[in-house]
Nanobody
Framework: QVQLVESGGGLVQAGGSLRLSCAAS????????MGWFRQAPGKEREFVAV????????YYADSAKGRFTISRDDAKIRVYLQMNTLKPEDTAVYYC????????????????????WGQGTQVTVSS
């Protein structure tokens, strides 16, 4: 089992920045890819970004490219999502997810590719 806890959400004005963090605990020794999803009010949860265990491979949704950066710490048990130039449409609950393999999944935007999920952290961007 892997437990994921997100932090760093909050209220920010459009054009501002936030950095989300996700800490993993439990069976972390085997290595795992980690990703971020988000769910806006009234919408389905959608993929944002994913990073491999090594940190060398990343993949982003089109909506995140150029504005968001996913990274992980040297210990590889914490993953970050740096979000810049935020827009009101980025308002959502952001979820951290991990899979029980080191590589990013062949279909990274599919929720079933991930095995564990955090509880989410709210990000609100005001106009």
């Amino acid at each position: 089992q892997v437990q994921l806890v997100e932090s760093g959400g909050g209220l920010v004005q459009a054009g501002g920045s936030l950095r989300l963090s996700c800490a993993a605990s439990g069976r972390t020794f085997s290595g795992f890819a980690m990703g971020w999803f988000r769910q806006a009010p009234g919408k389905e949860r959608e993929f944002v970004a994913v990073i491999s265990w090594s940190g060398h491979v990343t993949y982003y949704a089109d909506s995140a490219k150029g504005r968001f950066t996913i990274s992980r710490d040297d210990a590889k048990i914490r993953v970050y999502l740096q979000m810049n130039t935020l827009k009101p449409e980025d308002t959502a609950v952001y979820y951290c997810a991990s899979r029980s393999l080191q590589q990013i999944p062949p279909t990274p935007s599919v929720e079933s590719a991930y095995d564990y999920w955090g509880q989410g952290t709210q990000v609100t961007v005001s106009s």
